[in-house]
RNA sequence: UGACCCAUAGUGUAACGGUAGCACUCCGGUUUUUGGUACCGUCAGUCAAGGUUCGAAUCCUUGUGGGUCAACCA
């Protein structure tokens, strides 16, 4: 029964689950669910949701079912259904069943007349604003609606007009008569159904009246016996709520239990930040590799099994909290590094002149694909006279525990051979353009007899061979940890430096044959997957994120 | 001038009332034809004050700090 193993400790809503199970609550099962609503892509705080919600299903030997909460026709469109769908599959989870809570409006409408019958719903004429002003302010009282005493019989016939489409939207709506001086404003004589000639993406003109959240999401629970119903604190106040329909309508007594979401830095998880970045055009889209979305993230090579194992080790409680990136970075980089083959790229290519090396030859190197996995087996490269190498590992004045390359130092060229800088060529600016150096013959990768030892080993591409490539290098969207939390707008806040498009990268001939999210170590450099623009006319790759660069927080520091 | 939720290293998260642990970060080191990876090590924490107890991160009280609640949204 219990997946649980001693080494690793449980979170709170795993005691609770085994608290259940070992007091046989719920016939010993657990059935959970996660339960978004389509108007919108999910995000990185989904993500979590998900894993949690599917993650004890499959701990508990329990079954977990997706259910889009799709009682509000204004803002929920199929697109976001098929795009849900398709990242929690991405994502590595399988649901039991896929529900819809339009499903169940047949059965929510009669709930409704149930409460009803039993005195506990009334149809209130008052409008919008003035049932906002009876409701009174979290220190001061409600007053109880003039309608709020309506016999049952007129309450019902009531209803039944509005599902009728006998009214106007707004006119009237259904409410549950509980307690307007309730400390709780969620208790305070809550909305039930709306009117909304709305166009609803599965049922259609079908219906006119629509259930709220309340009466809509913990009935669905109910209807599909969840055990366990998780949600985000925001719905704290809504649990007594849900056990109050559950008491009054005599219903499957599912369980809420909430949990603090999970905040990532230096970006917002916010479904209408996130929209307003991609309406007014500060990205490129809902997958633009910058956001937060699964689907941006899926695009611009980050793994699901990362994205799983940041969701587990972050772990889940109940305080506030910003998760640092840094720790989703190091998943990914976890991932990647056990699974991605290194190829070359040079993103700032300086050229190289080997003055000793034959014009026109080529010399086919051997190079490993991936040295954490010896089955990824070899491939060969392409040496001739003319090289790339990285603007960065060279230094005409190199500070102290500078490895590279500088005027009369050597370094190893990975793969290939031992190279040494013997002349500098500048242009009139005094930019150097290009390095003439040596090549030691005997120094061959592998069969190095030269004794030679360069302190740094180095990337390079053969210039004659080389594809040309487009790299986008993606930095955090935002300069600072938690935008979205002071007074600042967004837009003051967005980093401009969270795209840099380098045209002109020349990366190894291999690459040519690259497809859409194909994945890559370029040594040295960093993680980065092809991206869907990509054509093979036209490369493109996405920085997933750069290796740790130790060098660079040296030199920093000077 | 209300009700509810929360408070453990920089970050995130553990600890039947019984040695405050783990991961990331930071810092230092070993290995390395990636200044990557791997491995080793260091620094660092119970919001405060009372109380209960042989013993409190844990239970109680008060305070402090943070968050949530007044959409015909979910």
Same mark, same amino acid.
């Given at each position: 029964?219990?997946?649980?193993?001693?080494?690793?400790?449980?979170?709170?809503?795993?005691?609770?689950?085994?608290?259940?199970?070992?007091?046989?609550?719920?016939?010993?099962?657990?059935?959970?669910?996660?339960?978004?609503?389509?108007?919108?892509?999910?995000?990185?705080?989904?993500?979590?949701?998900?894993?949690?919600?599917?993650?004890?299903?499959?701990?508990?030997?329990?079954?977990?079912?997706?259910?889009?909460?799709?009682?509000? @026709?204004?803002?929920?469109?199929?697109?976001?259904?098929?795009?849900?769908?398709?990242?929690?599959?991405?994502?590595?989870?399988?649901?039991?069943?896929?529900?819809?809570?339009?499903?169940?409006?047949?059965?929510?409408?009669?709930?409704?007349?149930?409460?009803?019958?039993?005195?506990?719903?009334?149809?209130?004429?008052?409008?919008?604003?003035?049932?906002?002003?009876?409701?009174?302010?979290?220190?001061?009282?409600?007053?109880?609606?003039?309608?709020?005493?309506?016999?049952?019989?007129?309450?019902?016939?009531?209803?039944? +007009?509005?599902?009728?489409?006998?009214? +106007?939207?707004?006119?009237?709506?259904?409410?549950?008569?509980?307690?307007?001086?309730?400390?709780?404003?969620?208790?305070?004589?809550?909305?039930?159904?709306?009117?909304?000639?709305?166009?609803?993406?599965?049922?259609?003109?079908?219906?006119?009246?629509?259930?709220?959240?309340?009466?809509?999401?913990?009935?669905?629970?109910?209807?599909?016996?969840?055990?366990?119903?998780?949600?985000?604190?925001?719905?704290?106040?809504?649990?007594?709520?849900?056990?109050?329909?559950?008491?009054?309508?005599?219903?499957?007594?599912?369980?809420?239990?909430?949990?603090?979401?999970?905040?990532?830095?230096?970006?917002?998880?916010?479904?209408? +930040?996130?929209?307003?970045?991609?309406?007014?055009?500060?990205?490129? &889209?809902?997958?633009? @590799?910058?956001?937060?979305?699964?689907?941006?993230?899926?695009?611009?090579?980050?793994?699901?099994?990362?994205?799983?194992?940041?969701?587990?080790?972050?772990?889940?409680?109940?305080?506030?909290?910003?998760?640092?990136?840094?720790?989703?970075?190091?998943?990914?980089?976890?991932?990647?590094?056990?699974?991605?083959?290194?190829?070359?790229?040079?993103?700032?290519?300086?050229?190289?002149?080997?003055?000793?090396?034959?014009?026109?030859?080529?010399?086919?190197?051997?190079?490993?694909?991936?040295?954490?996995?010896?089955?990824?087996?070899?491939?060969?490269?392409?040496?001739?006279?003319?090289?790339?190498?990285?603007?960065?590992?060279?230094?005409?004045?190199? @500070?102290?525990?500078?490895?590279?390359?500088?005027?009369?130092?050597?370094?190893?060229? +990975?793969?290939?051979?031992?190279?040494?800088?013997?002349?500098?060529?500048?242009?009139?600016?005094?930019?150097?353009?290009?390095?003439?150096?040596?090549?030691?013959?005997?120094?061959?990768? &592998?069969?190095?007899?030269? &004794?030679?030892?360069?302190?740094?080993?180095?990337?390079?591409?053969?210039?004659?061979?080389?594809?040309?490539?487009?790299?986008?290098?993606?930095?955090?969207?935002?300069?600072?940890?938690?935008?979205?939390?002071?007074?600042?707008?967004?837009?003051?806040?967005?980093?401009?430096?969270?795209?840099?498009?380098?045209?002109?990268?020349?990366?190894?001939?291999?690459?040519?044959?690259?497809?859409?999210?194909?994945?890559?170590?370029?040594?040295?450099?960093?993680?980065?997957?092809?991206?869907?623009?990509?054509?093979?006319?036209?490369?493109?790759?996405?920085?997933?994120?750069?290796?740790?660069?130790?060098?660079?927080?040296?030199?920093?520091?000077?």
């Amino acid at each position: 029964m219990s997946a649980s193993n001693e080494n690793e400790s449980n979170n709170f809503l795993e005691t609770i689950i085994e608290e259940d199970l070992a007091a046989g609550r719920h016939d010993g099962r657990v059935l959970t669910r996660f339960p978004p609503e389509p108007n919108g892509y999910l995000h990185i705080g989904h993500a979590t949701s998900i894993c949690l919600n599917f993650g004890l299903g499959l701990k508990y030997d329990g079954k977990t079912n997706l259910r889009f909460d799709d009682t509000n @026709p204004s803002t929920e469109e199929t697109e976001y259904v098929e795009s849900i769908l398709s990242d929690v599959e991405w994502l590595g989870f399988k649901p039991a069943n896929v529900f819809y809570a339009s499903d169940y409006f047949p059965e929510l409408y009669g709930f409704a007349r149930d409460l009803i019958k039993k005195g506990c719903a009334y149809v209130d004429d008052s409008s919008a604003e003035e049932i906002a002003t009876m409701k009174g302010t979290p220190t001061q009282v409600g007053v109880n609606s003039p309608f709020r005493d309506r016999s049952i019989e007129e309450n019902l016939e009531l209803f039944e +007009k509005m599902k009728n489409g006998d009214f +106007k939207e707004g006119t009237h709506v259904l409410r549950a008569k509980i307690d307007m001086a309730s400390p709780n404003m969620i208790m305070r004589d809550p909305l039930l159904y709306r009117i909304k000639f709305a166009h609803h993406h599965r049922t259609g003109d079908t219906w006119c009246i629509y259930p709220m959240y309340d009466m809509a999401h913990g009935q669905s629970d109910s209807i599909e016996k969840i055990t366990h119903s998780i949600c985000t604190l925001e719905f704290v106040p809504h649990r007594e709520l849900y056990d109050w329909m559950i008491d009054k309508l005599e219903i499957y007594p599912s369980k809420q239990y909430e949990f603090a979401r999970r905040n990532l830095s230096y970006t917002v998880v916010s479904k209408r +930040k996130l929209l307003r970045l991609v309406q007014e055009g500060h990205v490129k &889209g809902w997958d633009d @590799p910058r956001m937060p979305t699964i689907s941006a993230m899926r695009r611009r090579g980050y793994t699901a099994l990362a994205i799983r194992e940041w969701a587990k080790r972050v772990g889940i409680a109940k305080r506030e909290n910003l998760v640092d990136l840094g720790l989703l970075e190091f998943c990914v980089r976890e991932d990647l590094n056990r699974l991605s083959v290194r190829v070359m790229a040079v993103l700032q290519p300086l050229k190289v002149t080997l003055t000793n090396f034959q014009e026109d030859k080529t010399e086919w190197l051997e190079t490993e694909n991936n040295p954490e996995d010896p089955e990824a087996g070899v491939r060969s490269l392409p040496f001739t006279k003319t090289l790339w190498i990285e603007q960065d590992d060279f230094m005409e004045t190199p @500070p102290p525990k500078y490895f590279r390359l500088s005027p009369g130092g050597l370094a190893r060229l +990975k793969s290939a051979y031992i190279i040494q800088c013997d002349e500098v060529v500048k242009d009139d600016s005094g930019q150097v353009v290009e390095l003439k150096c040596t090549y030691f013959e005997n120094s061959k990768s &592998g069969e190095d007899t030269s &004794g030679l030892k360069p302190k740094s080993t180095i990337h390079w591409v053969s210039a004659e061979r080389a594809v040309q490539a487009e790299i986008r290098l993606y930095d955090r969207l935002f300069t600072v940890e938690n935008p979205g939390t002071d007074d600042r707008d967004l837009l003051e806040l967005i980093n401009p430096e969270s795209l840099t498009v380098i045209s002109n990268a020349q990366v190894e001939p291999a690459l040519a044959e690259t497809n859409p999210g194909d994945q890559y170590q370029f040594m040295r450099l960093g993680y980065f997957a092809t991206d869907p623009d990509s054509t093979p006319d036209h490369l493109v790759f996405n920085r997933t994120v750069t290796l740790k660069d130790t060098w660079k927080k040296v030199a920093g520091r000077n």
